[in-house]
Nanobody, 115 residues
């Protein structure tokens, strides 16, 4: 299983970015796709997850600003990030999970929000 993320970068406060993650490999479809983030010196925290049935959960810190979506045909997951704040600065990681099969992370993509 391989996860390849893209879309990170530098943006000003209030700006927007969209992260993409494509899952590849000879695998069954992930049950859960998610985005996590880790700021320097802090633990990795869940940002948003989406299930195969389109159940969605957001961290309180991003509710109303971020939108997660998935394309099952492409085995891809996206994170649209709006109204970005400096505290959103972190390395963002994609995760793909299928019970008793795999729990795989991407390499991470840096998001930096300048004040």
């Amino acid at each position: 299983v391989q996860l390849v993320e893209s879309g990170g970068g530098l943006v000003q406060t209030g700006g927007s970015l969209t992260l993409s993650c494509v899952v590849s490999g000879n695998i069954l479809e992930p049950d859960v796709l998610g985005w996590y983030r880790q700021a320097p010196g802090k633990q990795r925290d869940r940002v948003a997850i989406i299930t195969r049935g389109d159940g969605i959960n957001y961290a309180d810190a991003v509710k109303g600003r971020f939108i997660i979506s998935r394309d099952n045909a492409k085995n891809a997951v996206y994170l649209r990030m709006n109204s970005l704040k400096p505290e959103d600065t972190a390395v963002y990681y994609c995760n793909a999970y299928r019970p008793l099969d795999y729990n795989t992370w991407g390499q991470g993509t840096q998001v930096t929000v300048s004040s």
